[in-house]
């Protein structure tokens, strides 16, 4: 069965202080792996899709990056509006969420 | 104005009550979703509909009667909710719903059931 987790659940930063969101899957022919980004009480804001490993996308502060096994998204320099919950969607014989992962970027 | 639109964006709603949430794209897609969302739980897939014919079911409760007039708009009809129902409605759609796909939500409809 395809599963996805994310890790942390929970990350707290400094403003400036830069690191990285994993999304490890397990799924039978990758179709796409896909970031969100959602702020609370709204709906999730797509971010980037992947394709296949070696793959990276970038936008701004945030990096994403795909394995055979997993995907980080790595945040440069955060800033506090950076602060919301980041999604990973993987497509294989269906599409699955992640639980997420919650950011904090304190000023 | 956002791709995917939905209305209410809040709902409150008594469990003998009936109501209906509505969604409309507006990116010429043609696969429309309901998902549901509930406090620290991923995402869960209820409905699709691709070119307006429902494609997937995931095991939802009758109580949730899903209605595509067309490739625009989307409901989702409500009616003798549990209080286990209140959660975050979210409507979404994509080119069509074949994998891969990206797929774009709407703000959602935040439903209470008293």
């Known amino acids: 069965e395809d599963q996805v987790t994310q890790s942390p659940e929970a990350l707290r930063l400094q403003e400036g202080e830069s690191s990285s969101l994993n999304c490890s899957y397990t799924v039978s022919g990758l179709r796409g792996l896909f970031w969100y980004r959602q702020d609370p009480g709204k709906g999730p804001e797509f971010l980037f899709t992947l394709y296949s490993a070696g793959e990276e996308k970038e936008k701004e502060r945030l990096k994403a990056t795909l394995t055979k096994k997993e995907s980080f998204l790595h945040i440069t320099a955060p800033k506090p509006e950076d602060s919301a919950t980041y999604l990973c969607?993987?497509?294989?014989?269906?599409?699955?969420f992640g639980a997420g992962t919650r950011l904090t970027v304190k000023p | 104005e956002t791709g995917v639109t939905q209305t209410p964006r809040h709902l409150v709603m008594g469990m003998t009550n009936k109501k209906s949430l509505k969604c409309e794209q507006h990116?010429?897609?043609?696969?429309m979703y309901w998902y549901k969302q509930s406090a620290k739980k991923p995402l869960e897939l209820m409905f699709v509909y691709n070119f307006k014919e429902q494609t997937e079911n995931n095991s939802v409760p009758s109580r949730f009667s899903p209605e595509c007039p067309n490739s625009s708009h989307l409901f989702l009809h409500l009616h003798t909710l549990q209080p286990e129902d209140s959660a975050l409605y979210l409507c979404a759609s994509s080119q069509d719903a074949k994998g891969g796909n990206t797929i774009y939500f709407g703000e959602g409809s935040w439903l209470t059931v008293v």
């Open positions: 969607a993987v497509v294989g014989n269906d599409m699955r």
């Open positions: 990116l010429g897609h043609n696969a």
